[in-house]
């Protein structure tokens, strides 16, 4: 990952930009730099991956313009060509192509990248700042309005609330212009349903995850795996492994006493020939890290925080004990395939409604929770079920084809690798069970015992009540809120609501985002 910020505006101070932008110099240590841009500022922290040597670094200049870019460019070797012929490129980095593409396509160029991508560009001629962000949000991209009303953008908010009285996320697939935000791709909307029968459906999931997995290996630094046992990490890692000569490396998490996932992690890596790491954590370790973990998330979110325990423990093991700077890890195939709630969708337009609904929105939880947990341990997160391709034909996939009425959760992406012989049976049909689950029953109780501890229920009815928007329901969710506005105070609007089970639903009227409390929870915790 790397860190980018920008404005053009005499009214934001170089000393206010630099205060703000060395928040997050953990996503990018390896250089940072700040440029007079304009009537503002550029700046970038980078960690090298692509184009390791000193030309690689940003901001980029083509002209009078400039560009600083956080982002994978996935096939930017078919530009790079095109663009020889008029441009002579200086680095082996994937985002120097950007510049001269803009030249070229202008804002059109958004539609063309098959990319992971933030950036901030300045046309000197326009005299206009243009940002834009990839269509699922998986590059964090964030803006704020100062006092005096300038547009300011960063990678996190952590870099505006110093500067901006109200901070929102970048709405994923969009680009910003002359003051407007546009939409250049809406990745959720479903134009016409695929009549794919299910031979051919399984044949196209299994085809376009395994290209997902197989150019998110392309790196000039070592890769690594996060393997927690569950199908999704399975499978990238099984892929990986079929596509690599040599063994990968997997890593996995769990709590000391009553860790669930790792004796299915140790089975994969065993299975795949990965030379595999468990990592412990322990419930101090666990508490300790709670205030950190919040203000690094940037979130009050139950799920997002219970789910970044155990990622940033381990990542930030894979940090101090590793050379590794990349990591590839298995989220986004539940909004595509389906929760254990999902099952209780009354019927097929609802459940691709959810999806969609969850797609929309996944910048601000899962993804946002792989970026963070990774970033802040100075690695950079990849993510192959994200790919725009998998992604788009997914969705499109008819619903009821998607619904569990096979009596197995997500049967459409197990089997589609049966054949082939990339998990053993009894990984690829386990029962779903949520990364914050199965690290250990043990790591959710202990922080919802932390925050019985803390308030009265006097003191909880009283406290709540201060919070108008995702007003906390419980105590658990009381102490994360109460975090976060320490670090974020009236922020909160960066996160749309509590990421739950849908309550309209029957069966899904829960006051628990764990998949434990609902009826179906079944094996999934074995």
């Given at each position: 990952?790397?860190?980018?910020?920008?404005?053009?505006?005499?009214?934001?101070?170089?000393?206010?930009?630099?205060?703000?932008?060395?928040?997050?110099?953990?996503?990018?240590?390896?250089?940072?730099?700040?440029?007079?841009?304009?009537?503002?500022?550029?700046?970038?922290?980078?960690?090298?991956?692509?184009?390791?040597?000193?030309?690689?670094?940003?901001?980029?200049?083509?002209?009078?313009?400039?560009?600083?870019?956080?982002?994978?460019?996935?096939?930017?070797?078919?530009?790079?060509?095109?663009?020889?012929?008029?441009?002579?490129?200086?680095?082996?980095?994937?985002?120097?192509?950007?510049?001269?593409?803009?030249?070229?396509?202008?804002?059109?160029?958004?539609?063309?990248?098959?990319?992971?991508?933030?950036?901030?560009?300045?046309?000197?001629?326009?005299?206009?700042?243009?940002?834009?962000?990839?269509?699922?949000?998986?590059?964090?991209?964030?803006?704020?309005?100062?006092?005096?009303?300038?547009?300011?953008?960063?990678?996190?908010?952590?870099?505006?609330?110093?500067?901006?009285?109200?901070?929102?996320?970048?709405?994923?697939?969009?680009?910003?212009?002359?003051?407007?935000?546009?939409?250049?791709?809406?990745?959720?909307?479903?134009?016409?349903y695929s009549r794919d029968d299910l031979p051919t459906t399984f044949s196209k999931i299994k085809s376009k995850l395994i290209a997902g997995v197989k150019k998110r290996l392309e790196s000039d630094s070592k890769i690594g795996f996060l393997l927690s046992g569950g199908l999704d990490s399975s499978l990238v890692c099984a892929i990986a492994q079929k596509?690599?000569?040599?063994?990968?490396?997997?890593?996995?998490?769990?709590?000391?006493?009553?860790?669930?996932?790792?004796?299915?992690?140790?089975?994969?890596?065993?299975?795949?020939?990965?030379?595999?790491?468990?990592?412990?954590?322990?419930?101090?370790?666990?508490?300790?890290?709670?205030?950190?973990?919040?203000?690094?998330?940037?979130?009050?979110?139950?799920?997002?925080?219970?789910?970044?325990?155990?990622?940033?423990?381990?990542?930030?093991?894979?940090?101090?004990?590793?050379?590794?700077?990349?990591?590839?890890?298995?989220?986004?195939?539940?909004?595509?395939?389906?929760?254990?709630?999902?099952?209780?969708?009354?019927?097929?337009?609802?459940?691709?409604?959810?999806?969609?609904?969850?797609?929309?929105?996944?910048?601000?939880?899962?993804?946002?929770?792989?970026?963070?947990?990774?970033?802040?341990?100075?690695?950079?997160?990849?993510?192959?079920?994200?790919?725009?391709?998998?992604?788009?034909?997914?969705?499109?996939?008819?619903?009821?084809?998607k619904m569990n009425v096979y009596n197995k959760g997500k049967y459409l992406l197990r089997k589609a690798f049966e054949d082939g012989e990339y998990l053993p049976p009894e990984i690829l049909y386990r029962e779903k069970a949520a990364f914050s689950d199965a690290v250990g029953h043990s790591m959710v109780d202990y922080l919802k015992e932390f925050a019985e501890s803390r308030y009265s229920d006097a003191e909880f009815d009283s406290k709540r009540g201060k919070f108008?928007?995702?007003?906390?329901?419980?105590?658990?969710?009381?102490?994360?809120?109460?975090?976060?506005?320490?670090?974020?105070?009236?922020?909160?609007?960066?996160?749309?609501?509590?990421?739950?089970?849908?309550?309209?639903?029957?069966?899904?009227?829960?006051?628990?985002?764990?998949?434990?409390?609902?009826?179906?929870?079944?094996?999934?915790?074995?």
């Amino acid at each position: 990952m790397c860190s980018i910020m920008g404005c053009d505006s005499a009214s934001v101070s170089l000393a206010d930009f630099q205060k703000g932008f060395s928040e997050t110099v953990s996503r990018g240590p390896d250089d940072s730099r700040i440029v007079k841009v304009g009537n503002g500022y550029f700046g970038f922290h980078r960690l090298s991956i692509m184009g390791l040597t000193p030309e690689g670094m940003q901001p980029f200049q083509l002209g009078d313009n400039w560009l600083v870019c956080n982002g994978e460019i996935y096939g930017f070797q078919k530009f790079k060509r095109e663009l020889s012929k008029t441009y002579r490129f200086k680095s082996g980095s994937d985002c120097e192509i950007l510049l001269p593409l803009y030249r070229e396509k202008g804002v059109e160029m958004f539609k063309e990248l098959d990319a992971e991508f933030a950036l901030i560009l300045y046309d000197a001629e326009a005299q206009t700042l243009i940002a834009a962000r990839d269509p699922v949000g998986i590059r964090p991209l964030y803006y704020g309005y100062t006092e005096s009303g300038a547009i300011v953008f960063a990678s996190e908010p952590k870099n505006l609330v110093s500067l901006c009285q109200k901070t929102l996320p970048f709405p994923p697939g969009h680009y910003y212009k002359d003051g407007r935000f546009f939409c250049y791709c809406d990745i959720a909307k479903v134009e016409t349903y695929s009549r794919d029968d299910l031979p051919t459906t399984f044949s196209k999931i299994k085809s376009k995850l395994i290209a997902g997995v197989k150019k998110r290996l392309e790196s000039d630094s070592k890769i690594g795996f996060l393997l927690s046992g569950g199908l999704d990490s399975s499978l990238v890692c099984a892929i990986a492994q079929k596509e690599l000569r040599t063994p990968i490396k997997t890593f996995g998490i769990g709590m000391s006493e009553d860790a669930i996932d790792l004796k299915y992690a140790k089975t994969v890596a065993d299975y795949i020939g990965s030379v595999h790491t468990e990592v412990y954590m322990t419930k101090e370790e666990v508490l300790d890290s709670l205030d950190f973990v919040v203000r690094m998330l940037g979130t009050f979110d139950i799920t997002t925080i219970r789910a970044s325990m155990g990622m940033y423990l381990l990542c930030k093991w894979i940090h101090e004990n590793t050379d590794i700077r990349v990591l590839l890890t298995g989220e986004i195939s539940d909004e595509l395939f389906g929760y254990k709630y999902t099952d209780f969708a009354p019927s097929a337009e609802e459940f691709q409604l959810e999806s969609e609904k969850r797609i929309r929105e996944i910048h601000m939880y899962d993804v946002l929770r792989a970026d963070r947990c990774i970033s802040v341990n100075s690695l950079e997160a990849r993510v192959p079920f994200g790919d725009l391709d998998f992604v788009k034909y997914v969705l499109s996939i008819d619903p009821h084809k998607k619904m569990n009425v096979y009596n197995k959760g997500k049967y459409l992406l197990r089997k589609a690798f049966e054949d082939g012989e990339y998990l053993p049976p009894e990984i690829l049909y386990r029962e779903k069970a949520a990364f914050s689950d199965a690290v250990g029953h043990s790591m959710v109780d202990y922080l919802k015992e932390f925050a019985e501890s803390r308030y009265s229920d006097a003191e909880f009815d009283s406290k709540r009540g201060k919070f108008a928007h995702a007003t906390p329901f419980t105590k658990e969710s009381l102490l994360y809120r109460e975090i976060f506005e320490k670090y974020y105070p009236e922020q909160s609007q960066m996160i749309v609501d509590f990421w739950m089970p849908n309550k309209s639903w029957k069966g899904c009227d829960v006051n628990d985002p764990s998949a434990r409390v609902l009826s179906n929870y079944g094996a999934s915790g074995i």
